[in-house]
């Protein structure tokens, strides 16, 4: 969980001003928060809460409107509807937000089946749903201490993943779908040496830059854990609130 808001605050200022390179500062001020982290951090509280995915998304949303980049437009149309409908997408969204699924849930048939829950109250086109069950299905498996290599050939039952990062960088253009950014975070997460490089690769490949880095983030926090002063460092960029439900979300999981 915490992996992909860390990716998310990382990659925040090269969304829109791609870098292609691993060779950048990876906090500054110019970084902030986005829709990414919020709807994590969502995601993350009604699991705590027991509620419907889509009472804490709206809820939490509605209370963040103006993050750092925006909402999605069909998404913020449905954050401020009375009776939101889910629209069809196979937007990203669906795979930045999954990751605490992964880590709050002990048998993989709930990781995946709640994965899907998370993901088709928005993102209920079978690309979108498969985006979420794919990511949440990486970090399950790092948990478990599956192999890089055992999580590649798990990956293939979603994703083609036959490629590597500076084949991607080399034509990468941005693009919000799971079926791009998603096999792309992945080979980021397959190829990286820790946390930290991880992030750097899913930057340096450009395109959608915030949610690649939070999706691979997610991946990698669950293979090689976050270091400490990562940790500390990202949490300044965030309001109380969101902390709050960070260390009651992992309190509980450590239970």
């Known amino acids: 969980m915490l992996g992909a808001i860390i990716g998310d605050i990382v990659g925040s200022r090269f969304e829109f001003k791609n870098h292609r390179s691993t060779d950048f500062d990876l906090f500054t001020d110019d970084c902030s928060f986005t829709d990414d982290t919020i709807c994590t951090v969502a995601v993350a509280d009604a699991l705590l809460r027991n509620i419907p995915f889509s009472n804490s998304l709206q809820s939490w949303c509605r209370k963040y409107p103006n993050p750092k980049g925006g909402y999605g437009g069909s998404f913020a149309q449905w954050v401020h509807s009375p009776n939101p409908m889910p629209y069809n997408s196979f937007g990203n969204g669906s795979a930045m937000r999954v990751s605490p ?83 792309q975070a992945i080979v980021c997460f397959l190829e990286s040496t820790d946390f930290e490089s991880a992030i750097r690769l899913a930057v340096s490949i450009g395109g959608d830059s915030d949610t690649i880095a939070a999706i691979t983030g997610s991946i990698a926090e669950a293979y090689y854990g976050i270091p400490e002063h990562i940790k500390t460092t990202a949490l300044e960029y965030l309001p109380q609130e969101f902390i709050n439900i960070i260390n009651t979300f992992y309190k509980h999981i450590e239970q």
């Open 101 to 183: 699924v992964a880590h709050y849930f002990d048998y993989r048939e709930n990781v995946l089946e709640n994965a899907r829950l998370s993901a088709e109250c928005t993102h209920d086109h079978p690309e979108g749903i498969k985006g979420a069950m794919a990511i949440a299905d990486c970090i399950y498996h790092c948990l478990i201490g599956y192999s890089k290599k055992q999580i590649e050939l798990g990956c293939s039952y979603y994703y083609r993943i036959d490629t590597t990062c500076d084949e991607i960088r080399k034509t990468n253009t941005f693009n919000e779908t799971c079926q791009v950014t998603v096999p």
